[in-house]
C-alpha cells in the first residue's frame, strides 16, 4: 500500500485502508521517539513549512519535532510575524515561501477549507493542521492510534464525543474517521452546539450526559471554544459543567477500562474535572506522545512520495 494523495485535508476523503495505513507507519516510527538518539535521516534535505494563522501548543510543536526526528529542517510562519499583517493574502505567503524551495507545507488557519484552497493552488504538499470547524485530520489519526493503544479492536467500540460538536474540527475529523473504522458514535452537548443535521454523521443522539457515556468505551470531551461562537451559546460555564461536563459521579456510568480523551487544551472545571482528566484512565497526554508519531507518519509518506516522484 502507498498513501497516493499529494495532501492530507481531511480524514472525510480519506478511506478506511488508508486511514490504517498512516497509523500502521505511525507505530512504525514511534519507537524512534523513544531512542537516546531520537533522530532519523528520512528526510534530509527536506524543508517543512509551518504556517499557522492561529494559536496552537500541540499541533504546531509536535509537527516541527516530528520534522526534525525525520531529519528535515522546519521553518515558521505565523500570523502575527508575517507579511499577512501588512495585507498579503494566504496564497501569496504561501507561493513566497514556496520560492524558497519548501517541499511540504503545514497549514492551519481560522477559515474552514483554507488548507484545501492552498492544496488545490500550489504544486507541493499540503497538511491541513486544523482549519475552522471543518478538519483537524492529525488529530483524529492520533486520537485513533491512542485508542488503538488501549483497546484489543476498534470495530465495534462505543465512542461518546460530548461537547461543541458544531464548532469543533476535531469532532468531525474523529466521526469521519471512526465510522470508517466500524466504531459507534453517540454525541452529545447543548443544542446549541449540536448541528442542525446530524444525519451525514452517522452517530446518535444522547439525551443526556448519562445516556451518552452509558457502557462507553471511549469519552471524547471536546473544548469549549468561546472565540468560534458568534453569539453566545450557553448560559453560563457553571451550568455547563454541572450538565455537560465530566466527573467522578457520571463517569460510574461508562464501562470500568473506559479511556477519557480531550485534545486539548483543556478547560479544567468546565468540560472536564481534575479528579478525571488527571485520573489513571484518561489518556490525555498519550494522544499528545501518538501526534508525534503520527505526524512522523503523514510527513515521511507526503516527503519520500515527491522523492518518489521526481
Ligand atoms: N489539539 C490541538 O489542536 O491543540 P493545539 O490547538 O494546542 O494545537
Known amino acids: 500500500m502507498e498513501y497516493k494523495k499529494k495532501d492530507l485535508t481531511g480524514t472525510k476523503n480519506l478511506s478506511a485502508e488508508e486511514i490504517l495505513f498512516i497509523l500502521e507507519t505511525a507505530k512504525k516510527l514511534k519507537e524512534i521517539n523513544s531512542r537516546e538518539i531520537k533522530k532519523v535521516p528520512a528526510l534530509k534535505g527536506k524543508t517543512i513549512a509551518t504556517v499557522f494563522f492561529e494559536a496552537s501548543t500541540r499541533t504546531k510543536n509536535s509537527f516541527e519535532v516530528a520534522a526534525k526526528r525525520l531529519s528535515a529542517d522546519t521553518i515558521s510562519v505565523t500570523s502575527s510575524y508575517s507579511s499577512t499583517l501588512k495585507g498579503e493574502t494566504l496564497l501569496d505567503t504561501v507561493h513566497n515561501i514556496r520560492s524558497m524551495k519548501t517541499d511540504i507545507f503545514i497549514i492551519r488557519h481560522p477559515l474552514s477549507g483554507a488548507a484545501k484552497f ?93 445516556d451518552a457515556i452509558r457502557d462507553a468505551d471511549v469519552i471524547m470531551m471536546l473544548r469549549i471554544q468561546l472565540e468560534r461562537q458568534s453569539k453566545l451559546l450557553l448560559p453560563s460555564l457553571r451550568e455547563y459543567a454541572n450538565f455537560f461536563g465530566l466527573n467522578n459521579k457520571n463517569l460510574s456510568y461508562a464501562k470500568k477500562d473506559a479511556i477519557i480523551m480531550h485534545p486539548g487544551p483543556i478547560n479544567r472545571g468546565v468540560e472536564l474535572n481534575s479528579d478525571v482528566a488527571d485520573s489513571p484512565q484518561s489518556v490525555i497526554l498519550n494522544q499528545v506522545e501518538s501526534g508525534v508519531a503520527v505526524r512522523m507518519a503523514i510527513l515521511y509518506l507526503l516527503g519520500i512520495q515527491k522523492r518518489r516522484n521526481k
Open 118 to 210: 492552498v492544496a488545490d493552488n500550489i504544486d507541493t504538499p499540503v497538511i491541513n493542521a486544523g482549519d475552522g470547524t471543518n478538519e483537524h485530520p492529525t488529530q483524529a489519526l492520533l486520537d485513533i492510534l491512542t485508542i488503538q493503544e488501549h483497546k484489543i479492536n476498534l470495530k465495534g467500540l462505543n465512542v461518546a464525543i460530548i461537547g461543541d460538536i458544531d464548532h469543533s474540527r476535531v469532532a468531525k475529523s474523529d466521526i469521519w474517521a471512526m465510522n470508517k473504522l466500524g466504531m459507534n458514535i453517540k454525541i452529545f452537548g447543548p443544542s446549541t452546539m449540536i448541528p442542525a443535521n446530524i444525519e451525514p454523521f452517522e452517530c446518535s443522539l444522547a439525551s443526556s450526559i448519562s
